[in-house]
Structures are given as structure tokens and as C-alpha cells.
């Protein structure tokens, strides 16, 4: 029995993780959950898993859930930002499930990695931010990094058996998002509601504003060079709109292997949860008589400028991956928030990397100063 930690727990990755539980309740056991603010569903989740440790971030939700609990002792409940990082290190844990968004998954996961737990990736941000802090620190604690993100999971199973010095690309798909083929003229408009509407792919708010703007393809670029220990010219973006081929390594014999799957981010989740064993998954299995063409399409960079933003970010190094997403961040927040539009993020984002000077070679500190410094500056730019 297998025992995990899913911080993050009410959000899409989070309750994805806990059906993948839920189809393998003898190998699996679910010890600490921890959310942000949403105290309804996680009392419903402490009554179904009962875990040894329920954390929220917010101290109103914690009190309002507290008041209902009083009674409830099989589960210890706790509060706050301290708490939630806490959390990552508990004891008797083996993996840690880092679904949290943003940059806020940066300290816990790296609390886990001091305490020795495997991660379950899906925190893309915190490589983006502190790759080379955080896959160093795993590399001295012995801790696996077991990617979440289905065209990630797609590239460690295709990597499964292979020598990573053989690796001549990573082809990491692209759905394309619910604007793929639009000009930047047909964007000027779109409403929330329009760019929340992805044509494949069922997802949390933020990463689906992401994906529309390649914002989140960008943030997968950094994320495996990091991860695969690659150059960035060896990450190549191909726009896959069906989104069965989860991504393809080529090798430098010019073969390619695939990875392949219906849209359901239960397969990669449980994958990094049970590895290195396979087992039966609650996904759906493809069928090969009925599907449709799978076409494939080199992106639109001038139109989609947040993919051509983070290779920039990722090649210039140091502290410019960590600026670049700290201004996405803002940038999101304030579209779904109807305070900029669509089109602006991408001008908050390239207005705020290009007034912060790039430091080489920065520790967590440094990370943490330059994050704040950079959303103060895409606050500003919001505001005007």
C-alpha cells in the first residue's frame, strides 16, 4: 500500500488523483490532503479517505470547516500557509502529489524533496521557476520526479528502457487551443467565456486561459528541458489538435516513438502514482476503427506570442523563466478578473521581462525577491 499526499486537493488535478485512488483502493491510501479555501468539498473528501492530515491554506475556510469537524476525530486538521508546506514533509508518506497553481507549489515541493518523497508533478511552474535548484536537490535526496502533465507522463513512458543521451528531439504536442488558425485581429474581442471553451482538454480556469494563449506549451518547454536534461533546440512544438498522440520522442536513429491515449489526465496521474507497475485505468481505451485523421501543424508564434515569450525566458536562463510566469500570472488573473483583454497578456508579459534585469544563477531567495518584483511591475501595467 502506497502512501500518498495530494496538495491541491479540491482542484481539476487534485480530484482527478483521488478517482485514480478510487480505482485501486488496495494500492493506494491518501494520508494528507490540503487545499486552498474550498472547505465543502474537502469535508467531503475527509469523510470518504479519512486521512491521517487535512490542511487549508485560508484561515475563514479552515474556521467554518473546523466548526463542522468538531466532532470528527480520525482526521487532524490544520491551517494556514506554514501548515500547507508542512504538509509536503509528513511522515510516512511516499509520494507527494503537487497539484497546486503557480508559483505557490515552489517551497512545498521542495519541502518534499528535502524529506526524501517521490513527487508526482504537476506543478509545472516550479521547474519553470527553479529547475536547477529543484532537479539538483532531487538528484542528492535520491527523489523520483514522476511527471503529471500528459505530454510529459507521454515522454517518460516513451523514454521507459532508453538510453537519454540517445534522445534527438522531444516532439511535445499541442492541442492548439480554442483559437487555433485565428489572427490576432479575430482575438482582439473574445470573451472569457470563449477563451475558457478548450476543444479537448477539461481543465481548471487558469491553465485554460494558458493553453489559448500557448502560454502553458511554453511553460512544458522549460519544464522538459529540465526534466530530460535537453536543449532547447531540441524541444520542438507541434500542434496535435486531436490530442491522442500526448507527445513523441525521436531518437538519433531517426526513429519516433509515441505515446497515445484518450484525453483523460487520469492515465498520466496514475501512472506516476503507481509506477514503475501498470495497471487497469479508469480511462477510456482508444479505438482505432473509429478514429478520425490525426493531423499535425507547426504553431502560429507571431499570433500565439506566449510560446515564442518562454523559449526566450528559458534560453536567457537565470531568473527570466521565473519573471516570464510571474507576469502570466498576474496577467491571467486580471483577464478573468474582466480587467484587460485577451490580447493584453501578452503585452503585460513582454513589458514586464523587459524591465527586469536578469540575474544568473539565483538562489531560492533571489527566486522568491524577483517573483514578487515582478508582479508588482505587471500589477502597474494592469492598472494603467
Known amino acids: 500500500m502506497k502512501k500518498i499526499a495530494i496538495l491541491g486537493s479540491t482542484g481539476s488535478i487534485g480530484t482527478q488523483a483521488l478517482d485514480v485512488v478510487r480505482a485501486h ?51 487532524k486538521l490544520e491551517c494556514g500557509r506554514t501548515s500547507f508546506i508542512e504538509a509536503a514533509a509528513y511522515d510516512g508518506v511516499e509520494i507527494v502529489v503537487t497539484s497546486m497553481l503557480g508559483f505557490a507549489g515552489l517551497e512545498p515541493t521542495l519541502k518534499a524533496i528535502d524529506a526524501g518523497k517521490d513527487i508526482a508533478l504537476a506543478n509545472k511552474e516550479t521547474l519553470v521557476v527553479a529547475g536547477e535548484i529543484v532537479m539538483k536537490r532531487a538528484a542528492e535526496r535520491g527523489v523520483q520526479i514522476l511527471p503529471v502533465d500528459s505530454e510529459h507522463g507521454a515522454f517518460f513512458q516513451c523514454l521507459q528502457g532508453e538510453d537519454r543521451k540517445s534522445i534527438k528531439k522531444l516532439l511535445l504536442t499541442a492541442s492548439g487551443g480554442p483559437f487555433r488558425g485565428k489572427t490576432r485581429d479575430d482575438l482582439k474581442d473574445v470573451t472569457i467565456e470563449q477563451v475558457l471553451s478548450h476543444p479537448t482538454w477539461n481543465m481548471g480556469k487558469k491553465i485554460t486561459v494558458d493553453s489559448a494563449t500557448l502560454v502553458n506549451k511554453g511553460l512544458e518547454v522549460i519544464e522538459a528541458k529540465h526534466l530530460y536534461n535537453v536543449e532547447y533546440e531540441q524541444i520542438q512544438v507541434v500542434v496535435h489538435p486531436q490530442s491522442i498522440v500526448h507527445s ?36 477510456a481505451s482508444l479505438d482505432f476503427w473509429s478514429m478520425q485523421n490525426l493531423t499535425f501543424e507547426k504553431p502560429d508564434i507571431d499570433t500565439f506570442k506566449g510560446l515564442k515569450f518562454a523559449y526566450q525566458a528559458g534560453k536567457t536562463g537565470g531568473t527570466s523563466p521565473c ?12 483577464f478573468l478578473s ?32 524577483e517573483d514578487l518584483r515582478a508582479r508588482s511591475i505587471a500589477d502597474s501595467l494592469v492598472k494603467v
Open 248 to 283: 513523441m520522442v525521436e531518437f538519433c536513429d531517426n526513429s519516433i516513438i509515441a505515446q497515445l491515449a484518450s484525453t483523460d489526465m487520469r492515465l498520466p496521474i496514475q501512472y506516476a502514482l503507481t509506477y514503475p507497475k501498470r495497471m487497469a485505468s479508469p480511462t
Open 25 to 75: 483502493p488496495n494500492e493506494l491510501q491518501v494520508s494528507v490532503i490540503a487545499a486552498n479555501s474550498n472547505d465543502e468539498l474537502l469535508e467531503k473528501q475527509i469523510d470518504e479517505f479519512k486521512p491521517e492530515l487535512a490542511v487549508l491554506s485560508d484561515e475563514s475556510a479552515y474556521q467554518r470547516l473546523k466548526s463542522r469537524l468538531k466532532n470528527h476525530t480520525e482526521t
Open 323 to 334: 519573471v516570464f510566469n510571474a507576469a502570466n500570472e498576474v496577467a491571467v488573473h486580471a
Open 338 to 369: 474582466g480587467k484587460i483583454k485577451f490580447l493584453d497578456i501578452y503585452n503585460v508579459i513582454e513589458e514586464t521581462m523587459s524591465r527586469q534585469a536578469v540575474i544568473h544563477n539565483p538562489n531560492l531567495e533571489t527566486l522568491i525577491n
